[in-house]
């Protein structure tokens, strides 16, 4: 009987051990021998880079393995795989360059970077033969970004459409169920742990337009950067907005829209109406879940715990294992696909459905020139309704799908008007039948 021959070890450098970095490192750990089962050698820790060594940490690490100094770790002759787990721009970047010049391949969860500098990144791998793998830079534990690159590559993907902030999610999700006003629902997903003391890359959009980069990257073959994607945050949603949506039978959810138009492609983040049938109505509390319509697939839901140590250690360790796998057969993973380059359509050529608000003088013949104002710039009303009157009196106008320039030329034609007080919102509507 042929006893199968040991593989030696493959070594890892990690870099950073705080939420996420802790768990991957307890994770290599306690399961060494299923992730040597799965990956076809053992996977050990040649060192964990940290800022400060004599710091506490959630799990215990030798004094011999930590050290400051990243740039040397990530280069080491004995180092076979990175996985960084800092985040931000610099240092992180520096470190990964390094590590891939030297022909070593990367896990990261670094959804800023990538977003910025994907096509970069993937160039400096393959000029150093290495892999550059990144699943738990979106949506967490949710695998997604193997599935587009991979499992949909002999079909064409027409939109991708979700969920892929956990935090905005939880905000908004309190302010439908408990009816707490944008700042109390803050506070409570920084009191959980779902919000960082500094909010500001969650609630004004940040964090998803980088994860909808990547996502229309690899989703249509063009390389798409942050910078390209149209951001509006969640700042400006109200307590009545949430109430409105409620009395149309919708739910406001922060989405990221990715999907092929006019010949070209659109990305874009912002908050928007979607009615309470759709599945991502009831994404409750900091889940994530994304829809992807493929051509011949379909419509694919993937739907999991998008942030947090445990469930992105998952993802992290998913990546080190198929890179394992390919250094021990000698092969590399896929490469950055960016064969198409679609042109990007301008925010003001894409094309959804409004809800749009205004607070309106009560009299006779109001309406006429209102619904002349759609008219002229070619947006067709769906429904209208009043709510109150006198002083309290609301006109609330749903559209068809129309022009994003289109409707903006409308709100700016309503405020002038003199019967028209205010236009008090003005929001997308996402997942309508037929629309």
């Known amino acids: 009987m042929r006893v199968a021959e040991e593989r030696k070890p493959l070594r890892v450098a990690?870099?950073?051990?705080?939420?996420?970095?802790?768990?991957?490192?307890?994770?290599?750990?306690?399961?060494?021998?299923?992730?040597?089962?799965?990956?076809?050698?053992?996977?050990?820790?040649?060192?964990?880079?940290?800022?400060?060594?004599?710091?506490?940490?959630?799990?215990?690490?030798?004094?011999?393995?930590?050290?400051?100094?990243?740039?040397?770790?990530?280069?080491?002759?004995?180092?076979?795989?990175?996985?960084?787990?800092?985040?931000?721009?610099?240092?992180?970047?520096?470190?990964?360059?390094?590590?891939?010049?030297?022909?070593?391949?990367?896990?990261?969860?670094?959804?800023?970077?990538?977003?910025?500098?994907?096509?970069?990144?993937?160039?400096?791998?393959?000029?150093?033969?290495?892999?550059?793998?990144y699943e738990a830079a979106v949506a967490g534990a949710i695998p997604l970004l193997r599935p587009l690159r991979e499992s949909l590559a002999g079909d064409a993907v027409k939109r991708v459409l979700g969920i892929v902030n956990g935090?905005?999610?939880?905000?908004?999700?309190?302010?439908?169920?408990?009816?707490?006003?944008?700042?109390?629902?803050?506070?409570?997903?920084?009191?959980?742990?779902?919000?960082?003391?500094?909010?500001?890359?969650?609630?004004?959009?940040?964090?998803?337009?980088?994860?909808?980069?990547?996502?229309?990257?690899?989703?249509?073959?063009?390389?798409?950067?942050?910078?390209?994607?149209?951001?509006?945050?969640?700042?400006?949603?109200?307590?009545?907005?949430?109430?409105?949506?409620?009395?149309?039978?919708?739910?406001?959810?922060?989405?990221?829209?990715?999907?092929?138009?006019?010949?070209?492609?659109?990305?874009?983040?912002?908050?928007?109406?979607?009615?309470?049938t759709h599945p991502l109505a009831a994404v409750r509390e900091a889940y994530n879940a994304v829809f992807v319509e493929a051509e011949s697939a379909g419509r694919l839901m993937f739907y999991g715990a998008g942030a947090g140590g445990q469930p992105t250690a998952s993802a992290v360790l998913g990546d080190t294992v198929a890179i394992a796998r390919n250094l021990l057969a000698g092969l590399r993973g896929p490469d950055s696909s960016s064969y198409a380059q679609l042109p990007l359509i301008p925010i003001g050529e894409a094309r959804t459905s409004y809800y749009v608000q205004l607070d309106v003088l009560d009299r006779p013949g109001v309406l006429a020139p209102v619904a002349d104002a759609f008219a002229q710039q070619g947006v067709s009303i769906k429904a209208v309704r009043q709510e109150g009157r006198g002083e309290d009196a609301n006109l609330i106008i749903m559209t068809h799908a129309a022009r994003e320039a289109a409707l903006a030329k409308t709100v700016a034609a309503l405020g002038a008007m003199e019967a028209v007080r205010n236009v008090d919102s003005v929001m997308r509507v996402e997942g309508l039948e037929g629309e």
């Open 167 to 276: 935090t905005t999610n939880f905000i908004l999700d309190r302010m439908d169920t408990s009816g707490e006003d944008f700042s109390a629902a803050l506070a409570e997903a920084q009191a959980l742990g779902y919000a960082e003391a500094d909010p500001t890359a969650d609630v004004a959009g940040f964090d998803a337009a980088a994860k909808a980069a990547i996502l229309a990257s690899i989703a249509f073959h063009t390389e798409v950067t942050a910078d390209d994607v149209y951001r509006e945050g969640i700042l400006s949603v109200t307590s009545a907005d949430i109430a409105s949506a409620r009395s149309l039978g919708c739910v406001v959810k922060l989405l990221a829209i990715c999907e092929r138009a006019n010949g070209g492609i659109s990305a874009r983040v912002h908050p928007a109406m979607i009615p309470r």
């Open 14 to 133: 990690l870099l950073g051990c705080g939420n996420v970095g802790s768990q991957v490192f307890r994770l290599l750990t306690e399961q060494s021998a299923d992730l040597k089962a799965r990956a076809g050698a053992p996977l050990e820790i040649a060192g964990v880079a940290v800022r400060d060594p004599g710091r506490p940490r959630d799990v215990p690490i030798r004094a011999d393995l930590l050290t400051t100094d990243g740039l040397a770790l990530v280069t080491r002759p004995d180092v076979d795989i990175v996985i960084e787990l800092i985040g931000g721009m610099e240092p992180a970047r520096t470190l990964i360059l390094a590590a891939l010049n030297a022909g070593k391949s990367v896990v990261t969860a670094n959804k800023a970077l990538v977003a910025v500098d994907r096509a970069m990144l993937h160039k400096t791998a393959s000029l150093g033969g290495a892999d550059l793998y």
